[in-house]
């Protein structure tokens, strides 16, 4: 089971760090995660991922150098550090779990968090 946490209101300019926990599941670092947005009225679209393997990060082109993706094996938990935030940002942010290679597609994922909102506004 995935646990997102740390989504809230944040003014343009600010930044934000998600976390992805997992719970009752002792083979955390055997997965890839991703980090998916869905925006108000637009499909759900993947952000940046990190592999199991050498932690290697891949993010969209709409966040890179802005958002910054890590993983801590030992907590069972996964991190997205997002800076200068842009009311573009705002959705509801998920992560998602997959024991193979990392990607920014959906469909590669099979296990999904509820998601937790972030609204990017002055």
């Given at each position: 089971k995935l646990v997102e946490s740390g989504g809230g209101l944040v003014q343009p300019g600010g930044s934000l760090r998600l976390s992805c926990a997992?719970?009752?599941d002792d083979t955390f670092a055997w997965y890839a995660i991703g980090w998916f947005r869905q925006a108000p009225g637009k499909e759900r679209e993947g952000i940046s991922s990190i592999s199991s393997t050498d932690g290697a990060a891949d993010y969209a082109d709409s966040v890179r150098g802005r958002f910054t993706i890590s993983r801590d094996n030992a907590k069972s938990t996964a991190y997205l550090q997002m800076s200068n935030l842009q009311p573009e940002d705002t959705g509801v942010y998920y992560c998602a779990?997959?024991?193979h290679w990392a990607s920014l597609s959906q469909s590669d994922y099979d296990?999904?968090?509820q998601g937790t909102q972030v609204t990017v506004s002055s």
């Open positions: 997992a719970s009752g779990g997959v024991d296990y999904w968090g």
